[in-house]
RNA sequence: GUGAUCGUAGCUCAGUUCGGUUAGAGCGCCUGGUUGUGGUCCAGGAGGUCGCGGGUUCGAAUCCCGUCGGUCACCCCA
């Protein structure tokens, strides 16, 4: 028995009608806000991610898939879409403004667990050149519009990170601060306390937390223009009467964000999706001097948070004569009339349960020249007129 | 990377503790009949490398080791 690579998924059935909502909603919706869809590959050089994401976090240190191609090109699978979008951008739209939208699969090395997969979907927008506090606003207006439909209860979270330099004399204090009180810490923060200091603040640990309240805020270490644009954005949010909650905890899980980052959870606090402004990605990678914001929700994440109206056929088609079943197809194909048909010529009983198990309204039996309503149980002789009439 | 738990027919599972003749059930599927205003019922049938590999044994679904996969949690994150 060959089984299925770990971590990869199936999406069929149930989760299959979901998935194709989420992204028939998510393409229509963006697409009409002005956002262009592209695909970019699956495949990429890592040094892209090693750069943007940041060598030391977990994803470029311990979950990308690597491989070496024939030609002794280090390639990964894709981790989070972002990146692509800023090389793309480079490459064919420097020095234009564009709003983008990507839905694809992602893949990171962990083991998996209730909504973390190795193979997974992300849906993403992402504003790039010469951008604002609108266009903030606008990638969390368009956003929150987008899940609100899916998951009418998802919170808005927000903060602000300040800018790189902000963030590195922070960091500093914050690492001073928590050296001297080592002794109280988690052995995971402690791990963290060299490269990923910051993402101590993140821990759930009863211990730590006790640490962190009284832990240097990364408020007082903010410039004044980054504080004042983050009030900017703060006011548009007001006044399109889009509820949020600061939470100054909130520290993303990639290095290339400055100034505003954010989140959106369900009411049971599983984070859907997240994102914010990168202002020095493109730079970082050697491609120019523009900037970006952007969101990227967790296809699967909204998968697991949904339920959908099943969708059924209206028709069944039944027969055991292969030439009266093509008479009756060519008739309601010429009238765009969507129905189902066995798979097989099965008995006429085996089709009838067939298509009640599909719960079908019309049965159209063309061993007898009639249409039944399965709800009812009414028959009638069938004409083209009747089915018209519906 | 760490830990827990599971893996027997298409599906849900019994059998594994205390190893022993051709590995079972329900549902589903197929065939024939019955019903015929059809979804019922009856009879028969197909379908299993017991996740995979190795070991112990006269003998392994059952015991031991390894491995792959599912689920869940930690870490981390979407």
Redesign the pocket.
């Not at 962990?110 to 909504?115: D, F, G, H, M």
């Not at 993140?202 to 640990?205: E, L, V, Y």
């Not at 984070?271 to 997240?274: E, K, L, P, Y």
């Not at 099965?346 to 085996?350: C, F, G, I, R, T």
């Given at each position: 028995?060959i089984?299925?690579?770990?971590?990869?998924q199936n999406i069929s059935n149930d989760d299959s009608l979901k998935y194709l909502y989420i992204q028939s909603l998510f393409l229509n919706k963006f697409g009409d806000y002005g956002y262009k869809y592209i695909q970019t590959p699956l495949l990429e050089y890592k040094e892209l991610f090693d750069k943007s994401i940041g060598e030391s976090?977990?994803?470029v240190t311990k979950?990308m898939y690597e491989l070496t191609d024939k030609g002794g090109r280090e390639l990964v699978l894709r981790p989070?879409g972002t990146s692509s979008i800023v090389r793309y951008h480079s490459e064919f739209n420097k020095d234009t403004t564009n709003k983008y939208s990507y839905f694809g699969s992602m893949f990171?090395y962990?083991?998996?667990?209730?909504?973390?997969?190795r193979e997974?979907n992300?849906a993403g927008v992402e504003i790039v050149g010469l951008i604002d506090e609108y266009s903030d606003f606008q990638i969390i207006n368009d956003s929150y519009n987008f899940i609100n439909e899916l998951i009418p209860d998802t919170k808005l979270k927000v903060n602000t990170i300040g800018s790189i330099s902000d963030r590195e004399k922070y960091v500093k204090v914050l690492y001073d601060y928590f050296i001297n009180n080592k002794d109280k810490l988690s052995q995971?923060s402690i791990e963290?306390l060299e490269n990923n200091t910051l993402?101590i603040l993140?821990?759930?640990?009863t211990d730590d937390l006790e640490i962190i309240k009284s832990a240097p805020k990364i408020n007082d270490f903010i410039n004044a223009k980054s504080q004042k644009s983050f009030s900017l954005i703060l006011n548009n949010l007001n006044s399109a009467e889009i509820s949020y909650e600061i939470d100054e905890s909130l520290v993303?899980?990639?290095d290339y964000y400055n100034d505003l980052t954010f989140?959106f959870a369900t009411s049971n606090n599983v984070?859907?999706?997240?994102g914010g402004r990168y202002d020095n990605l493109a730079e970082i990678l050697s491609l120019g001097k523009f900037k970006g914001v952007g969101v990227?929700?967790?296809v699967?994440?909204i998968m697991n948070n949904i339920s959908i109206p099943e969708n059924y056929t209206k028709y069944y088609l039944?027969g055991t004569d292969v030439k009266n079943l093509t008479k009756y197809s060519k008739m309601l194909d010429q009238h765009n009339i969507n129905y189902n048909k066995p798979a097989r010529l099965?008995?006429?009983?085996?089709q009838?349960?067939?298509a009640?198990?599909q719960n079908v309204m019309y049965l159209i039996?063309t061993d007898?020249d009639?249409i039944?309503n399965?709800i009812t149980?009414e028959?009638e002789d069938f004409s083209i007129e009747v089915i018209l009439e519906h």
């Open positions: 028995m089984e299925q690579v770990k971590g990869t976090s977990e994803i979950q989070e990171r962990e083991n998996p667990q209730k909504n973390r997969y997974f992300q995971e963290k993402r993140d821990s759930n640990n993303r899980g990639l989140e984070v859907i999706g997240g990227a929700f967790g699967e994440r039944l099965s008995k006429a009983n085996s009838f349960k067939e009640k198990k039996n007898e009639t039944k399965l149980n028959t």
